[in-house]
């Protein structure tokens, strides 16, 4: 049971879903790698869904304005950032939607810059279009993560293309603050170097950050800067394929207008309609998820300064995923393997995203699930 109004599931009823989640471990192992929450489904959300269902409802999305519409609806009341809607596409996925921006801003061989550590795909996408992926790590400081912008200086200077923005910042939870949005912006204007702003887990910042879509910040985000939308990870919507791209300059609307016309079609009807219903309402459900995340961040450090005070973690400003340092109890490079293997709980390994001896874990479940994995690890230890 979450805090709050959000009931979730036990156990033996979350093994029946068929998700990756749960269906890629034995049932002796935790799942938490997976960036699915263990949530139930926004009311409005699963209503929509059953009306379709109980018409027949299930061929080709529609070519219509709803799904802009909710987009911009919520990106006013929400984060006071008004989309034009003529600047919104639709697309199946995010990745899908970043890695056909990319076809048409890079060319093979050009150079696409990174901060990692960072979600795993950033990397397999910009291999996807023939480009080569510059490196420039985060900054870390007593006061958290931060964008290295001395060094992306450097790397836009030596003839980069493109540059994948994660925000808010997978895995380490940031929420990248204005000034250094607006900093990037001016790099980017500077050195001719397209921003491409994954913001899929924007709807999920929590209590003490504020998130600031990258395209608001100023002219110059608005001449290099593509946005990625989507209510897959904030309402759990993953499966049903529906994102959008969003511009709000004519310079980079270009682009998005050389997307395939087909593109409409290859997004999930129900993807769509359960993207309207969650952006138009479903704000009071996602308000209980914050509540739990909020809950969760703060119950798994609690646990590991009272179970596991070797490892180091610091409480992400956004999302359901943590970034924790595992270095100190000598698990070699993949602790997220040893865990595995000794405490039966699945995390991901945090090599693939740029941080060796670190794991990536999903605290998007109820605080019993959270409490019995940290147990389990730290009996393990």
């Known amino acids: 049971m979450g805090p709050g109004k959000l009931p979730i599931d036990p156990l033996p009823e979350l093994r029946k879903r068929r998700s990756a989640k749960w269906r890629t471990f034995p049932d002796d192992v935790l799942p938490l790698p997976v960036a699915e929450m263990d949530v139930p489904l926004a009311t409005p959300v699963a209503e929509v869904l059953r009306e379709a269902i109980d018409r027949s409802d299930t061929g080709y999305a529609a070519p219509t304005g709803d799904l802009a519409d909710a987009v911009s609806g919520y990106a006013l009341r929400t984060w006071d950032w ?30 696409v810059v990174i901060s990692p550590p960072v979600y795993e795909p950033f990397s397999w996408w910009i291999r996807e279009v023939g480009a080569h992926t510059v ?20 790397a836009f200077a030596a003839n980069a293309t493109a540059y994948l923005l994660c925000s808010p910042h997978n895995p380490v939870g940031l ?41 608001s910040v100023s002219d110059a985000a608005r001449r290099w800067g593509f946005s990625f939308l989507s209510a ?27 997307l395939s016309p087909h593109s409409l079609y290859r997004t999930g009807h129900l993807g769509v309609l359960a993207t309207i219903a969650a952006f138009n309402e479903g704000d009071q459900w996602l308000a209980d998820v914050l509540d739990l995340l909020d809950h969760n961040r703060r119950l798994l450090d609690d646990l590991l300064v009272e179970l596991l005070p070797a490892a180091r973690y610091r409480q992400p400003q956004a999302g359901f995923l943590a970034w924790i340092d595992f270095g100190a109890l000598g698990w070699g490079d993949d602790p997220a393997e040893h ?30 699930t959270l409490t019995e994995a940290i147990t389990r690890i730290a009996a393990a230890a």
């Open 82 to 111: 008004k989309i034009d809607t003529d600047h919104v596409r639709t697309v199946a996925d995010v990745g899908i939607g970043i890695v056909e921006t990319l076809r048409r801003v890079v060319s093979p061989g050009d150079r």
């Open 135 to 154: 490196e420039v790590p985060l900054a870390e400081g007593p006061r958290g993560w931060r964008l290295d912008l001395d060094a992306l200086e450097r």
């Open 175 to 215: 929420v990248h603050p204005r000034e250094d949005l607006v900093a990037l912006a001016e790099l980017a204007d500077k050195y001719g170097v397209y921003v491409l702003a994954d913001e899929i887990h924007a709807p999920l910042v929590l209590p003490g950050a504020g998130f600031v879509p990258f395209l």
């Open 232 to 258: 897959s990870k904030g309402w759990n919507l993953a499966g049903l394929k529906a994102a959008t791209v969003v511009t709000a300059d004519p310079a980079p609307r270009r682009y998005v207008d050389r």
């Open 339 to 368: 865990i595995l293997n000794t405490a039966r709980v699945a995390l991901n390994s945090g090599h693939r995203y740029g941080g060796a001896g670190f794991a990536r874990l999903n605290f998007g479940c109820s605080p019993e």
